[in-house]
């Protein structure tokens, strides 16, 4: 295993390699059938129980670490890619039905994706207007999602945002911003409407 992590550092430390490892292992952004069948199995193993629906698209390769916990289901017509960052998800985990996850993300034990979430760590640059963005590279920012939170359906995880244990964040909700541990946010922008008082341990709303 050390070999192959030192393996993988040294090409993505170097542009030339990195190039042509990615044009043998990647056609059109996705990975290549040889990827999917024949190393893939190789190299990520999912914990006891884990179950990644049929109608799903995995778009993963061994260049990034790709973990499915324990107990741990992708449902139906979810996306889940690792071209750009890790993507790892916690055991008894559930991500909803249509959910899309972009690399890097982390995500916790006991954690629920309501259907049709995005969570995206990647972002397409635009610093030159003269330039078609596609052009113009990618950066990365990881996010986090604490243990035991509920990611309600529709809401948008935007990259760089790191969510605490224990959270709600509302349907439709598009976070731009962290949000503590045991906090209620909803909104676009998602904003704080509840959190848990330590000293009394009930609900006390901030607006």
Not at 44 to 53: D, L, S
Not at 57 to 83: M, Q
Not at 160 to 177: D, F, M, N, P, R
Request: proline share 4%; aromatic share 6%.
């Amino acid at each position: 295993m050390k070999q192959i992590a030192k393996l993988k550092n040294s090409i993505k430390q170097s542009p030339v390699w990195k190039k042509r490892i990615h044009r043998l292992m990647f056609s059109n952004a996705r990975p290549r059938l040889w990827v999917k069948w024949l190393v893939n199995p190789l190299v990520f193993h999912h914990g006891k129980g884990a179950v990644i629906r049929r109608n799903t698209v995995i778009n993963v390769s061994p260049l990034n670490r790709f973990r499915l916990g324990a107990d741990s289901t992708i449902e139906e017509y979810c996306v889940v890619d690792n071209g750009v960052g890790d993507v790892i998800i916690g055991n008894h985990t559930r991500i909803g039905l249509r959910s899309t996850l972009i690399g890097p993300v982390q995500i916790g034990h006991h954690v629920i994706l309501a259907q049709n979430t995005v969570l995206s760590g990647l972002n397409h640059n635009y610093e030159n207007p003269g330039l078609p963005i596609h052009r113009q590279g990618v950066s990365t920012r990881g996010i986090r999602i604490g243990d035991g939170s509920w990611i309600g359906a529709n809401a948008i995880i935007t990259a760089g945002v790191e969510i605490g244990e224990h959270v709600i964040v509302g349907a439709g909700s598009v976070v731009t911003k962290d949000i503590p541990a045991y906090s209620v946010a909803v909104g676009n922008p998602a904003r704080i409407i509840k959190k848990l008082d330590a000293a009394s341990g009930r609900w006390v709303k901030t607006e």
